[in-house]
């Protein structure tokens, strides 16, 4: 869609201030990924009460569905489900007195799952549904205790996005659709419940932990936790939990959480969602974070002693603003989330940490950027404002939405000068707050709010080159990083044999450039050039989860597997984060024995991976 027709359409739009004129509020988005009929009957409020049963890996319960209705007669609630097992449906209109009503489930779709239809009773204001999940439920992992830091305990963890919350509750599983919640969750003995919502700090009379998220959220920032967890303060309104074998470790780590708080309230505005925590999972997690509101899933992979890897932390606390305050509408909106937020977490890193620091990331985000688009499968996967209704996000997740979106940002806050810039995008927060919004919301408000105070600082068409065209613009502002340009010239002395590697300088280098040195890499490495660094750096067995991902890719793409083989495949046994272990496979399944290789080890340790690293790897080996 171009830039030219979005202007136009948004002149007619007075966004964030009547739901006449807001068309996620009044209902009118269609989402591609969702069965749900929003634009007829919209969830306002869930309910839930399960029960943790760890010897059966479900999560048995119900849930109660509140809603209005945007057309008076609507007679039907249209709600997401994956792979449930649905026993019952009741209707009530005030809550007390509840009566059997009819529901039906659809055919099963491979992405979308299948579409469960309750009938709605004329005076009907709440439905409550009793099902329990399957153990293959995407959404959910049930850990062994072996699998855990602590090993005594068995362990459960949520990662609703994109759209695997219909996975273990039945719902509107739209980013377009937001609700507030409550929960009751019962637990076996000795185990402790989280959830991306205040929360008890002990369970009730009954085994059971109470919660309670007054802000409305989009589905796919519920989440649900269930261990041997215990808790550190790390500040006034934040904190670390974690299994009581890594607590110590992780709140050490994080322990600048609350001043990084306090600088994004002064950057973004105020932080709108009381408390401020983090979870350490167990190393199966397969993303680096995930934004669950006031509860942050983190892999502990970003544990490394040295606070080099917190930048993690401040993308994940900047979706406190972008993506859970305001919500992409629909997964083809993506950016709107990640974009932001990476162009706010370098905001927060060069604010933290100094302007060298906060280059340097931006130059590997570029790098990482660059790769991706290579890889992207097709021109529509390259743009910011992608159409792929009939595809999984997760088929299309990389970091181009992430990347591309910081960069339009940053080409923007570069014409319009940082003061500017910075008070017309917390005015998008202010308005917006707890909304969801479509890429067209935002050209139109960016229209408005910001091309006019300057026109033709920048035009329709260098907008539409940044959001609905596949290549890169010609006038992207590109971060230049003094540190990063040491290190290229450090490693092309030592491969053409100028300088010994002990007069490189790595010892003092930080994680940014080690990432930085490994990607520079010439095809022509030998053999003994690999030998000699792993000698120098003990990098074979590294206890740096991110320098040991990229040496072992490295590795296996200069032809020498048997070098890292059995450390490698310890690893690959032992984390789960696909950021790190995709890299490694995609290295084996450039060759025909690599791939074969690849497959037997993730024959063998893909059971342990979370299901979307499992169908991640599965897509490298296949080749797509």
């Known amino acids: 869609m171009s830039f030219a027709f979005l202007r136009a359409a948004g002149a007619a739009l007075t966004l964030g201030v009547s739901t006449m ?23 306002t409020h869930l309910a839930l009460d399960l029960d943790v049963d760890f010897a059966t890996s479900r999560l048995k319960g119900r849930v109660e569905i509140r809603f209005e209705r945007l ?49 709605l009773p004329p005076q009907a204001t709440r439905v409550r549904i009793r099902y329990a999940t399957r153990p293959e439920a995407f959404g959910l992992q049930w850990l062994k205790a072996a699998q855990t830091a602590g090993k005594k305990q068995p362990f459960l963890f949520s990662q609703s996005q994109a759209i695997h919350a219909r996975s273990w509750i039945p719902l509107q599983d739209s980013p377009a659709v937001r609700t507030t919640y409550e929960a009751r969750v019962k637990t076996p003995k000795g185990l402790r419940a989280v959830m991306s919502a205040e929360m008890s700090d002990a369970p009730d009379a009954a085994g059971y932990w109470t919660f309670k998220m007054p802000q409305p959220i989009p589905s796919y920032l519920i989440a649900i936790a269930v261990g041997d967890l215990a808790f550190q303060s790390t500040g006034p309104r934040t904190g670390v939990y974690a299994e009581p074998a890594t607590l110590k470790a992780a709140a050490w780590e994080f322990a600048d959480t609350e001043t990084t708080v306090a600088l994004c309230e002064k950057l973004f505005g105020p932080y709108r969602w009381g408390r401020y925590d983090l979870l350490v999972l167990p190393p199966s997690f397969p993303y680096g974070g995930m934004e669950n509101p006031r509860l942050t899933f983190v892999t502990p992979t970003i544990i490394t002693g040295d606070r080099q890897l917190v930048s993690l932390i401040a993308h994940e606390l900047a979706h406190s603003w972008s993506g859970n305050l305001v919500t992409n509408a629909t997964w083809e909106d993506f950016w709107l989330n990640e974009g932001f937020t990476e162009y706010l977490t370098f905001r927060l890193t060069e604010a933290q940490f100094g302007k060298a620091r906060g280059d340097m990331e931006r130059v590997i985000g570029v790098a990482e950027l660059r790769e991706a688009l290579a890889q992207a499968a097709s021109d529509e996967d390259r743009k910011l404002k992608r159409g792929f209704p009939s595809r999984d996000p997760d088929e299309v997740f990389s970091s181009i939405p992430y990347q591309r979106g910081a960069l339009f940002l940053v080409y923007l806050e570069s014409k319009f000068g940082r003061e500017a810039f910075d008070a017309f995008l917390r005015g998008w927060f202010d308005s917006h707050a707890f909304q969801s919004a479509t890429s067209e919301q935002f050209l139109a408000y960016l229209d408005e709010r910001l091309l ?125 984060r696909m950021k790190l272990i995709s890299p490694i496979y995609r290295a084996l399944a450039t060759t025909d024995a690599g791939r074969v290789q690849a497959r037997a080890l993730f024959a063998k340790l893909g059971p342990g991976y979370h299901p979307i690293a499992q169908q991640a790897v599965e897509r490298i080996l296949k080749g797509s």
């Not at 040496?551 to 059995?566: D, F, I, K, T």
């Open 21 to 43: 004129l807001n068309p996620v509020l009044a209902g009118e988005i269609v989402d591609p990924h969702s069965h749900a009929n929003s634009s007829e009957v919209r969830s």
């Open 71 to 119: 057309k008076a007669d609507a007679d039907r609630l249209v709600l997401d489900s994956r792979a449930l097992d649905v026993q019952a449906a009741e209707a009530s209109a005030d809550g007390k007195t509840w009566t059997a009503t009819r529901f039906v489930l659809g055919d099963n779709d491979a992405v979308l799952g299948q579409a469960l239809t309750v009938t």
């Open 452 to 576: 006019k105070t300057r026109p033709g600082a920048v035009t329709p068409a260098q907008i539409d080159a940044w959001v609905s065209q596949p290549a890169m613009p010609s006038d992207a502002v590109y971060a230049v990083s003094d540190g990063l340009t040491q290190v290229d010239a450090a490693r092309d002395r030592w491969l053409a044999g100028q300088t010994p590697i002990t007069a490189m300088g790595a010892g003092q280098w930080t994680v940014h450039q080690w990432e930085h040195f490994f990607e520079g890499f010439p095809k022509t490495v030998t053999a003994a050039q690999l030998k000699e660094l792993d000698a120098a750096f003990k990098l074979t067995g590294s206890g740096n989860a991110i320098i040991a991902s990229h040496w072992y890719a490295l590795a296996v793409g200069s032809g020498q597997v048997a070098m890292v083989l059995p450390a490698m495949t310890e690893y690959l046994g032992r984390v789960g």
